[in-house]
């Protein structure tokens, strides 16, 4: 079974710095790896996922994530931040193959919010 | 239009009532999922249904039960619900029942039980 560990539940951070969202999974086999945002008040939305291919995974408002397979990270980066990056983040994982049926449950973190100050 | 909408919005039902949340997508999805997210905590898997057909529910207790008339549409019936069962119920999709597959996720219902 995979876990995650979200490393920050809360991040605060001040318009247009950098920010780095930590995620680190555990897997024993190959994983497909996600970023979801959510507003307050609102559903799930995709923010970037990682399937194959470059590890470097860029993704809708300026958001671009790393996948680190010897160190099992996945960690969410944005350059610059707006005040209207504000909500919660969840990383989630799914196992590429469990248990040789197509499905692979998705398992998220625990959440990181990020408030994002004048 | 990657859109899935979810009715009610809000919803407010006492522990005898039955009461029913509505999913809609029309995207050609293949497979749809409820979700059910408690406060300050992440979504948790309850039913998965693929090609109208339940493939996998997660223990959940029969106070809810799922049903999927046809390939956009999912309801959660909702039936002597308790307290506990408070919660934002998130409805998902996805294009087929694969890992690879983005999940698509409805705003959500937000239920209280009182």
């Known amino acids: 079974a995979q876990s995650v560990t979200q490393l920050d539940s809360q991040v605060p951070v001040f318009e247009e710095a950098p920010v780095e969202l930590r995620c680190n999974y555990s897997?024993?086999?190959?994983?497909?790896l996600f970023w979801y945002v959510q507003y307050p008040n609102q559903g799930l939305q995709l923010l970037l996922k990682y399937l194959s291919g470059s590890t470097l995974v860029k993704g809708i408002n300026g958001f671009e994530a790393e996948f680190n397979k010897s160190q099992t990270s996945f960690h969410l980066r944005k350059p610059s931040v707006h005040i209207s990056d504000t909500a919660e983040y969840f990383c989630a994982v799914r196992d590429f193959n469990a248990g040789g049926t197509s499905y692979g449950k998705l398992t998220f973190g625990q959440g990181t919010i990020l408030t994002v100050h004048p | 239009d990657t859109e899935v909408t979810q009715t009610p919005k809000h919803l407010v039902m006492g522990m005898t009532n039955k009461k029913s949340l509505k999913c809609e997508q029309h995207?050609?999805?293949?497979?749809m999922y409820w979700y059910k997210q408690k406060a300050k905590k992440p979504p948790e898997l309850m039913f998965v249904y693929s090609y109208e057909k339940l493939s996998i529910n997660e223990s959940v207790p029969s106070r809810f039960s799922p049903e999927c008339p046809n390939s956009s549409l999912l309801n959660l019936h909702l039936h002597a619900l308790q307290p506990e069962d408070s919660a934002l119920y998130l409805c998902?999709?996805?294009?087929?029942?694969?890992?690879?597959?983005?999940?698509?996720f409805g705003p959500g219902t937000r239920l209280l039980v009182l």
């Open positions: 995207m050609g999805h293949r497979a």
């Open positions: 897997s024993s086999v190959s994983v497909y």
């Open positions: 998902a999709s996805s294009q087929f029942l694969s890992q690879q597959e983005t999940q698509y």
